[in-house]
């Protein structure tokens, strides 16, 4: 029973664009968000994350929206560049010593 | 250097033969985990530590040992492998802070034939 969602496995975005990648989580206990890049052979990177009682967070490109009621979460990379590309994994996490649980992430292809 | 590493890198054994991931980090963090990534998976937690001596079971631990002595270790031990153990590997650690981020290192792809 998957408690974090991608439904999208692969985007296909045009460089200087906007990159839109969905997340949907099922667990209300979840209280932190957070957004990892991944890049082949490496492990993931910590992008952005928010906190359930924030409904916006930005750092530069990035922007993390979370809709606790539909229990969704975005993030928006604009001007897309030729570097996004890469698999972006949605995490959750209950806090402390919890782990996190991982969507089954989305690869993203920024087109020249 | 400073940071988290894994070791070995890459791991080909037998089924039935025990092997052991290394993870190592200098940042003295408290929290360190297990995860392993397969294809349709995404990142499945095995198992964690909020410190040295406490460790505990995450979503997938059978068939899997950890120890944590020191805060800066936290191996991973396959006690007989199984050729659904072949997998990458990462391991994590995070601070005590309220922002909860983990950081990565660069995993260990092991391959049980």
């Known amino acids: 029973d998957q408690q974090v969602k991608q439904n999208s496995p692969s985007l296909s975005v045009q460089e200087g664009r906007i990159s839109i990648l969905n997340c949907d989580y099922t667990?209300?206990?979840?209280?932190?968000f957070l957004w990892y890049k991944k890049y082949p052979a490496e492990g993931p990177t910590f992008l952005i994350s928010?906190?359930?009682?924030?409904d916006k967070n930005e750092d530069g490109r990035f922007t993390v929206f979370l809709n606790k009621s539909a229990k969704h979460l975005s993030l928006h990379i604009v001007p897309s560049q030729p570097g996004d590309s890469a698999v972006y994994f949605c995490?959750?996490?209950?806090?402390?010593?919890?782990?996190?649980?991982f969507g089954k992430g989305t690869h993203l292809i920024i087109q020249p | 250097d400073a940071g988290i590493t894994q070791s070995p890198r890459y791991k080909i054994t037998e089924t039935g033969r025990q092997v052991t991931l290394m993870c190592h980090q200098t940042w003295s963090h408290s929290y360190m985990f297990w995860y392993r990534q397969d294809l349709g998976h995404g990142l499945r937690l095995i198992y964690y530590s909020a410190a040295a001596d406490i460790t505990d079971k995450g979503e997938v631990p059978d068939g899997y040992v950890v120890s944590r002595s020191k805060t800066e270790n936290f191996p991973l031990t396959l006690e007989s492998a199984t050729r659904s153990q072949t997998s990458v590997y990462f391991c994590a650690s995070s601070g005590t802070g309220t922002n909860y981020e983990q950081y990565f290192g660069p995993g260990t792809r092991l391959t049980v034939t």
């Open positions: 667990n209300s206990m979840f209280d932190y």
């Open positions: 995490a959750a996490t209950g806090g402390g010593a919890d782990g996190l649980t």
């Open positions: 928010i906190s359930s009682i924030k």
